[in-house]
């Protein structure tokens, strides 16, 4: 950059004098050029997701009506009955991830003002590491985990179905108390530490300077890491296929088996239809209010964190 | 927090201030205590997830040809070599497409893009792509590798499919890791008369690969790790050979899937075997990511 200057200005010194030959010139704009196709992958990347999604659901939305989608409270499409009704799937999708929100959002935050209010720095260090091997795992074992370990363990106290939300949210949320955790210990520990001294000075006590100090002040990020965690919990696929099952319905009864959008999809895919039948269509259509959903909340989390971020300096 | 300078029938009231720090003290320590608690339950359930696996499939993973040999109908038979083989393939492919195409685009919007709209756009586009559940960039890959391309369901189509779902998390990571290099270095070579690019790739880069590194180790960790996209892009639950890159595949997770899916008990222990499996292979590959930053990082 700051080459640039005299190397593009011949007056000052001789072009010729400091570039020991011109191909030097065009192999850099050649590398430049390169790197650029490279970051424009991922805005082809985007494009290609919303093409192919949009063009499938639109040839799907020729066959079942809005209506018929919207409107309809059965989701039967592989059934001689067929019905299009998204909400039932929507309905799996949202209980499930309210569950693993009831467990994210307090294992989190409790998690991240430990971390940051409490422990010693020897041990956040160890510890902050420790709680993110949970985000490392890879989703199908936290499935595992739910069908075979906890639902039979909760089925001493409930009766659970086989295939249940409880069990799936309740790994789901386990699953993203790093996501929710760590973003609000970086919100967390980026606020100043003159707030908290001042606190203190006006006689409050340690915990009353959290939560009328600290955590407000850190709200923006809070706010951000769970809309992320709600994302995520929408989004993921494994934990809710093994151990929610597939019957789509419209309840809230955690101890039944429900059937998510993902859980839908991963199910269609499983199944063999043929490209162009109208099942396979439903898996785009499917995957099309999947994909605006997370990509609304993903926007808002990013909204929310830059636009009610506390500034001080 | 009222700071109301009219008199307070409530403070009329209670002819002397008390300020109850004993009471105050005492709940906040059994908050510090419920604090260490949330903390706690979530490495109480990681400890006891691990345990549950090992107890279940320990015995099944060290069974004799469990790891080379090809799966059989019968639980406490065969193997699951084509699974491993597909995996590391999968690693590979992955490693191979996403770390020149990530590292270019983090070189780009660090060193060359000007500050211009379409930059923010890509910049929001990258942040935005990391947020998109991994079942949709299977719908991606169905799209554009199976049937655009004509790949079919097969090891590429996955492989690719993974490198996309993969990318914006080391571009990510590669941004953070070229920032963090002085500029001091930078301003040195130009100094020196060195080109743009000769300045990149003899001193920014070498000063940024532990960060670089860490990035890929974690975002090639978790597309080994990820199963959905493959479903959607044609893995298959059951395979005899051992798959090339143009050949029906599977991988480890679809191997657990599929192993968790069948009634029979006895697979369930070898799901848990895969488990362990597919643990150790992300293990191996953050070990080899430490020992290659140690290597390599310029103090």
Not at chain 2, 142 to 171: D, E, K, M, Q, R
Request: hydrophobic share 50%; charged share 15%.
């Amino acid at each position: 950059m700051q080459n640039t200057n005299y190397r593009d200005n011949p007056d000052i010194l001789s072009r010729q004098s400091l570039n020991k030959n011109a191909s030097e010139d065009i192999s850099e704009k050649i590398v430049a050029t390169i790197l650029f196709a490279c970051a424009l992958v991922s805005v082809l990347t985007t494009f290609g997701i919303v093409v192919i999604i949009f063009q499938e659901t639109f040839s799907f939305f020729q066959e079942v009506s809005f209506a018929q989608f919207f409107l309809d409270t059965k989701w039967t499409p592989l059934f001689a009955d067929r019905h299009f009704g998204v909400w039932p799937l929507i309905n799996g999708t949202l209980l499930t991830t309210a569950i693993a929100m009831a467990v994210a959002i307090p294992l989190g935050l409790s998690s991240a003002i430990y971390l940051s209010e409490y422990a010693q720095p020897q041990v956040a260090a160890i510890l902050r590491p420790a709680v993110e091997l949970l985000a490392g795992i890879p989703t199908v074992v936290y499935g595992y985990f739910a069908l075979l370990f906890l639902t039979p363990l909760l089925r001493n106290l409930m009766p659970l179905e086989i295939f249940n939300a409880l069990s799936a949210g309740l790994m789901m949320g386990i699953m993203i108390t790093p996501t929710v955790g760590s973003i609000s210990l970086d919100a967390i520990k980026a606020v100043p530490r003159s707030l908290r001294e001042g606190a203190y000075a006006l006689g409050i006590t340690k915990l009353e300077t959290i939560f009328k100090v600290v955590l407000p002040a850190a709200l923006s990020g809070i706010i951000a890491s769970i809309i992320l965690g709600i994302s995520r919990a929408v989004g993921e696929t494994m934990t809710v296929l093994i151990a929610a099952g597939q019957q789509p319905r419209l309840t809230i009864n955690f101890m039944e088996s429900v059937e998510t959008m993902t859980a839908y999809m991963a199910q269609i895919s499983g199944g063999d239809s043929p490209r162009g039948s109208l099942n396979f269509k439903t898996l785009y259509a499917v995957g099309a209010v999947l994909f605006i959903l997370t990509l609304a909340l993903n926007i808002v989390s990013h909204w929310v964190a830059n636009r009610f971020k506390e500034k001080y300096e | 927090m009222s700071t109301s300078y009219q008199p307070d029938d409530s403070l009329d009231s209670s002819a002397e201030f008390t300020d109850n720090v004993e009471s105050r003290e005492t709940l906040g320590k059994v908050f510090e205590v419920l604090f260490l608690l949330g903390l706690l339950i979530g490495l109480f359930v990681l400890a006891l997830l691990l345990f549950d696996i090992f107890r279940d499939g320990l015995g099944r993973f060290l069974s004799p040809g469990f790891l080379t040999e090809t799966p059989s109908r019968f639980p406490d038979q065969g193997g699951i070599r084509p699974a491993i083989i597909s995996s590391v393939l999968l690693g590979s492919v992955v490693i191979l497409v996403t770390v020149p195409i990530g590292v270019g685009a983090a070189l780009y919007l660090e060193e060359y893009a000007p500050k211009a709209w379409w930059t923010a756009i890509i910049e929001i586009n990258i942040s935005n792509l990391a947020g998109v559940p991994s079942i949709v960039y299977g719908l991606l890959g169905l799209g554009v590798f199976n049937y655009l391309l004509g790949f079919g369901p097969a090891l590429i189509s996955g492989a690719l499919t993974l490198s996309l779902l993969s990318l914006p998390v080391i571009i990510v990571a590669a941004r953070e890791a070229i920032r963090a290099v002085p500029d001091s270095l930078r301003n040195a070579s130009y100094g020196l008369g060195v080109t743009k690019w000769k300045t990149i790739s003899s001193h920014v880069l070498p000063y940024a690969v532990p960060g670089i590194l860490t990035g890929v180790i974690i975002s090639v960790s978790r597309a080994i790790g990820d199963a959905a996209s493959l479903i959607v892009v044609g893995a298959v639950g059951f395979l005899t050979f051992n798959p090339g890159l143009f050949q029906r595949f599977m991988a480890l997770p679809i191997q657990i899937y599929s192993y968790i899916t069948r009634p029979e008990p006895g697979f369930a222990s070898a799901a848990a075997a895969t488990i362990i499996a597919l643990l150790i292979l992300i293990l191996l590959l953050n070990g080899i990511a430490i020992y290659i930053r140690q290597r390599f990082s310029i103090s």
